[in-house]
């Protein structure tokens, strides 16, 4: 079956960055597209970025020109790097591939504030 573990969240200050990783498993990574979703509490879950297999990337408004998408196909991993952290990025972020299938992993809880 599908796995997604995400590993990389914590506390950060507004303005910092940081690094998610998504290792998944059960699926055939190199072929999917991949994407990084986030729910504040409160909200519903939504898209902030996602790459398709020829790497192509697209991301949502909010987070444009703050935080790149990247994936190793090698390691079956996804990555999101994110720069200039603000208060309203706060959320819990999984991957997932895009579409979404059933299956989430537990996610990382990213927590900007000073």
């Known amino acids: 079956q599908v796995q997604l573990v995400e590993s990389g969240g914590g506390l950060v200050q507004p303005g910092g960055s940081m690094r998610l990783s998504c290792t998944a498993s059960?699926?055939?990574?190199?072929?999917?597209?991949m994407g990084w979703y986030r729910q504040a509490p409160g909200k519903q879950r939504e898209l902030v970025a996602r790459?398709?297999?020829?790497?192509?990337?697209n991301y949502d408004d909010s987070v444009k020109g703050r935080f790149t998408i990247s994936r190793d196909n090698a390691k079956s991993t996804v990555y999101l790097e994110m720069n200039s952290l603000k208060p309203e990025d706060t959320a819990v972020y999984y991957c997932?591939?895009?579409?979404?299938?059933?299956?989430w992993g537990q996610g990382t809880q990213v927590t900007v504030s000073s």
């Open positions: 997932n591939t895009y579409p979404a299938s059933a299956s």
């Open positions: 790459i398709a297999s020829s790497t192509v990337t």
């Open positions: 059960g699926i055939a990574f190199r072929l999917s597209s």
